[in-house]
């Protein structure tokens, strides 16, 4: 089940390519000293055109101490090569868990695994207590959690800029509210050609900050190709998510558009197969003109402060012929059977 599929889609190139291009590296040295304001200035632009035309950036010079960066590398290192007995205290798949290991959490969707085992941790917006924490990494995932709601902040700031509004704009829309460390781990594998530890995504959320260690193998596409993130020490890798995309009304990217054209495709090959299924030609439902209509729902829910007296979304049915629904990560979802 570990066993990746060759993947050549359209124009498409998937594997490593030599480009005479880059993922930009964009250095915050000095960005808050007012007595130089063309330098944050110029970070504000060089933001914005990373996220124009690439989604991703690479940013350096960000405030974390190198120090914290190697702790949590080394803790999330440590927590893994933990014999099993040990870890088995945090399995679990359960998405209300706010620590947890396990590898894969779409092992049961997927079409093909990743090797890849994880150590889950929200942070946000209700922190785990720390004793919920694995001992051999709870002090260094606090620090470094703290850390990076600092630069999140910032972050947060700087693209509400680049998109020309209030540096708090995204902040109060409550887009920094959630916070989720993943420190997912890559064992040997006896037959690396085979797999990989994590497939081609993208991320459901606004922007996710990525701390590679040195061995590198990150990749990124651009222009149809996939172009290798080489790591740079003390650097952090950012990655535009696809609910920042929504909420920039695709000045960054234009996701709604490639989301429904793919749903549209997924959609019409269901039509298809429930004909079939029904034992009637398979263009049958779409020539009762059932996939003319397409209606997209973006819902977000806000923190909630008494969450065990509301629901997000209370029990209904849907009156169309079949939703094609996506979750997020923090799960929630059930069905009546």
Not at 224 to 238: F, H, K, R, S, Y
Not at 244 to 263: A, G, K, R, W
């Amino acid at each position: 089940m570990f066993i990746e599929e060759q993947q050549t889609t359209g124009m498409i190139t998937w594997g490593s390519t030599e480009s005479p291009e880059s993922v930009p590296v964009i250095d915050f040295k000095d960005m808050d000293k007012e007595s130089v304001p063309a330098v944050r200035t110029e970070i504000i632009k060089k933001v914005g055109e990373a996220c124009e035309k690439w989604g991703f950036f690479q940013v350096v010079n960000h405030g974390i101490p190198e120090s914290v960066l190697n702790g949590i590398i080394d803790g999330i290192r440590i927590f893994h090569e933990q014999d099993a007995e040990t870890k088995k205290e945090w399995y679990s798949r359960d998405p209300q868990k706010k620590v947890k290991f396990n590898s894969n959490f779409d092992l049961y969707q997927s079409r093909m695994a990743n090797w890849r085992d994880t150590l889950g941790c929200t942070m946000a917006p209700n922190p785990p207590n720390p004793e919920q924490l694995p001992a051999v990494c709870r002090d260094i995932v606090m620090e470094y959690s703290e850390q990076v709601v600092k630069l999140g902040l910032t972050l947060f700031q700087l693209l509400s800029e680049a998109l020309g509004l209030h540096p708090n704009h995204l902040k109060d829309m409550g887009c920094a509210e959630s916070i989720l460390i993943l420190g997912h781990y890559y064992p040997p594998c006896p037959e690396p050609q085979l797999t990989l530890g994590t497939s081609s995504h993208t991320d459901p959320d606004f922007f996710t900050i990525l701390l590679q260690d040195q061995i590198g193998g990150l990749q990124v596409l651009h222009e149809d190709q996939w172009v290798d993130v080489p790591p740079i020490p003390g650097a952090l890798v950012i990655n535009m998510g696809d609910l920042l995309q929504l909420v920039s009304n695709n000045n960054y990217e234009d996701i709604v558009m490639e989301y429904s054209e793919q749903v549209v495709k997924l959609g019409l090959t269901l039509f298809e197969l429930l004909s079939e299924a029904l034992g009637l030609h398979p263009n049958h439902l779409k020539d009762m003109e059932c996939a003319e209509s397409i209606l997209f729902l973006g819902h977000y829910y806000p923190p909630c402060p008494e969450p065990e007296l509301t629901l997000g979304s209370s029990s209904h049915a849907d009156p169309d012929f079949f939703t094609i629904l996506l979750q997020d990560q923090m799960g929630g979802l059930q069905v009546l059977h």
